[in-house]
Structures are given as structure tokens and as C-alpha cells.
């Protein structure tokens, strides 16, 4: 699986408006809604999901990465939006410190190995600081879909 066949060159925002959790999550899911990859009347249902899994604990994983995730019944497949945030997000990351970095995944209800993929490969991607650093400064969504791209590859050559 790679990330950038789940994530539409549409749903990277280049620097969200938002400034709180959900709000950014709201923005996020939005975007998806307007790629056409979940509905647009879902996007409330869809945020209440993802706010539901924030009070078992934060997706915020440190180091300025979150990784809020959910299953919801109008989600089919997997799909996961990227966004960027210049000036940080307080999202009671484990490590206290703002978000600047959000990967959103949504899956179905019955993809639960696929939704696993799918974290542990964004786990992987983000523990590399190189990685995190050359998407806090890409200059556009363009550059961070390249970035995504590429680091599915050296993921992939990596593992080969």
C-alpha cells in the first residue's frame, strides 16, 4: 500500500486555516468530501467518529505529527487527507508540544487490516525526522505530494 494512491493530490492542504483539533478536522474531512472520496453530507458524522477516538487518547504521536484516524460506515475503502499547519495546532499531543503535521485516515468498517496498514506506514514515514523536516518546509501542496511520493519509494526500496 502506498500513501499516495490513498491520499488525493486534492486533500493536501498546504497550510490549514484551522487552529484547533477540531476545526482541523472539520477543514480536513472537508477536503476529502470535495475530492469526492467520502460524502459530503458525512462530513459531520464523520468528524464526531474522529472526536470520538480523540477522547480515548490523542492522536497527536509528538515531534509536531498527529495521526487522527477512524471507521465509519460511509467511508468505503481507505482514504487519508494531508495537511500542514505553519503555525502549529494544539491538539494534546502526548509530548505537550503543537501539531504541524496531520495525517487524517478514514476506512470502512470492515478494513481494519487495511486501516492498520495504513498507520503503521505512516508511523514509519514520520519517525523519520529528515522526512518530517523536509515536509514542514515544502513551499506548496505540490512539493509535499512529491514528498509523500518519494518516500513511499524509499519506504518500498527499503523493505524490498
Known sequence: MKLATIVPCDAIIDNL????????????????????????????QIVKALMSREELGSTGIGRGVAVPHAKHES????????????????????DGQPVHLVFL???????SGQHLEALARIARLVRD???CRFLREAKDAKELADLVQEADAQLDAASA
Open 17 to 44: 486555516k484551522a487552529a484547533d483539533k477540531e476545526s482541523v478536522l472539520v477543514e480536513m474531512a472537508e477536503a476529502l468530501a470535495a475530492t469526492g472520496r467520502i460524502p459530503k453530507g458525512s462530513v459531520r
Open 129 to 131: 525526522e529528515r522526512f
Open 105 to 111: 485516515l478514514l476506512s470502512s468498517k470492515d478494513s
Open 75 to 94: 467511508v468505503t475503502g481507505l482514504v487519508a487527507a494531508f495537511g500542514r499547519s505553519k503555525k502549529g495546532i494544539e491538539f494534546a499531543a502526548l
